[in-house]
């Protein structure tokens, strides 16, 4: 298994996608840029029960943009490519990321206790 206190990190960060606004109708930006980061929805599984991941923009193609979500404990990741006519749908932009980004590095250094 991985380290407790970066499992424990990133479960916090999943839930923190759960408390986040729907998008509500606005047309996004159509022009991502790299490095910007979305809530990325996706149908939960067994192995990831989670409905939205965090990531970060890594290219931006001519009608799609591949996000790259944070490494879990098992040193795995998501990564997704979404239709830029499809954006609406799947992810959410994140206004204040680097927010979520300190809070969960504090989370990650932490000592945690049960």
Not at 19 to 28: A, I, L, M, S, V
Not at 33 to 60: A, I, M, N, S
Not at 61 to 70: D, R, T
Request: proline share 7%; glycine share 8%.
């Amino acid at each position: 298994m991985g380290d407790p206190n970066l499992m424990h990190a990133l479960q916090t960060l999943q839930d923190l996608g759960k408390d986040r606004p729907e998008f509500e109708g606005e047309r996004q930006d159509v022009n991502p840029k790299l490095g910007d980061w979305f809530w990325v929805k996706h149908e939960p599984t067994e192995r990831e029960p989670y409905e939205r991941w965090f990531g970060c923009v890594v290219q931006v193609g001519s009608n799609f943009v591949e996000l790259q979500g944070v490494k879990d404990g098992d040193g795995s990741s998501h990564s997704v490519r979404v239709h830029l006519d499809t954006m609406d749908e799947y992810l959410t932009r994140e206004p204040d990321p680097q927010s979520v980004i300190d809070r969960e590095v504090f989370n990650a250094r932490r000592p945690w206790r049960s």
